[in-house]
């Protein structure tokens, strides 16, 4: 599983409010915290970049060049910003633009600009006139859409990373399902392969503090069980990232790993979550059984669904 670091991003107001300052002390504190945790790549969020974030992704990369080497995913809809990104990248072939959708301005755009730099590009399965679509099907026809645009561009499959677009478990409990669905026929697809990525936190959005990270966890090892190649993480999240090593690995470090991992198994054989082998009077394993239903929609959520 390839990680991308979330934590740069305008979402933040206090990375936002330094961005706005040229805070560069703030910025490089901040990228050296990732750097140090090791992700494959660190997601740059600055948004539409307009007025008076012009020219942030210039700063930002200037100041990241001399940090570290990681890749980097430009995570901006202005695809001038991400130019100037990739004129400074140090190996632009091993960055990601974040994003297209299928709509075809933004894929004419982006397609131009990854033929130009050899870049990856991470292509959500939606357009502007649906949306997201509600049925794994439609989601795939749109990766197809978007593939066969690709292709007549010269860009390849490999260069790929599909985003079926996890939508808040809070909100549409079927969703995660569709979700993971979507995950596996991508892999089932395409010859030669795509890959798939996910905006991890997403499917916790809106969930108590205290149960997000559990919902995170639980939903990334699934996913993994699905065939997911990459995820958007909060890389500060030390117990997410160990216990994604643990499951891929298949070597546990604490009880709890053995339902991680048995839970991956479970999504990768097409098995029955009911066949979730866990203690039940481990507290954390039946978390992680309670939570693995709500995301497959065979409990209902509730804030409370853990003390239910």
């Known amino acids: 599983m390839k990680l991308i670091a979330e934590n740069l991003h305008i979402i933040s107001k206090t990375t936002k409010e330094a961005i706005l300052a040229r805070d560069s002390v703030y910025i490089e504190n901040l990228i050296k915290k990732m750097a140090e945790r090791k992700p494959d790549w660190i997601d740059l969020n600055i948004g539409p970049a307009r007025a008076n974030f012009s020219g942030t992704m210039k700063w930002l990369m200037e100041i990241l060049n001399d940090i ?36 075809i301005e933004r ?35 749109l990766a197809m859409e978007i593939q066969s645009f690709m292709e007549n561009t010269g860009i390849c499959n490999e260069k790929l990373y599909f985003d079926p677009l996890v939508l808040p478990v809070g909100v549409d409990q079927s969703q995660a399902g ?8 991508l892999k089932e697809s395409f010859e030669p392969a795509v890959h798939s990525t996910i905006g991890l ?8 503090a205290e149960l997000r990270p559990l919902i995170n966890r639980v939903f990334l090892v699934m996913a993994a069980g699905c065939g997911l190649d990459s995820a958007i993480v909060d890389i500060f999240d030390s117990e997410l990232c160990r216990v994604i090593k643990a499951v891929e690995s298949q070597t546990p470090e604490k009880a ?46 509730t804030n409370s669904y853990l003390t239910v």
Do not use: H, W
Not at 71 to 100: H, M, Q, Y
Not at 125 to 133: A, C, L
Not at 201 to 208: I, R
């Open 178 to 185: 569709e979700c993971l669905n979507t995950l596996r026929m």
């Open 107 to 141: 894929l004419e755009k982006t397609a131009a600009l990854a033929a130009e730099s050899g870049t990856n590009i991470i292509a959500l399965t939606m357009n502007s006139d649906i949306g997201i679509p509600k049925e794994c099907d439609a989601r795939l026809e």
């Open 68 to 103: 570290t080497d990681i890749p980097v995913s430009f995570d901006t809809t202005n695809t001038e910003e991400i130019r100037e990104g990739l004129i400074l990248a140090k190996k632009p072939s091993a960055c990601l633009i974040n994003s297209t959708s299928a709509d």
């Open 256 to 301: 709890s790993d053995e339902a991680f991992i048995d839970l991956y198994d479970i999504m990768k054989n097409f098995g029955e979550i009911e066949d979730l082998v866990y203690n039940a009077a481990d507290a954390e394993q039946t978390a992680i059984f309670k939570t693995a239903e709500i995301l497959l929609n065979k409990k209902v959520y």
């Open 201 to 208: 936190s997403n499917v916790s959005n809106g969930c108590p």
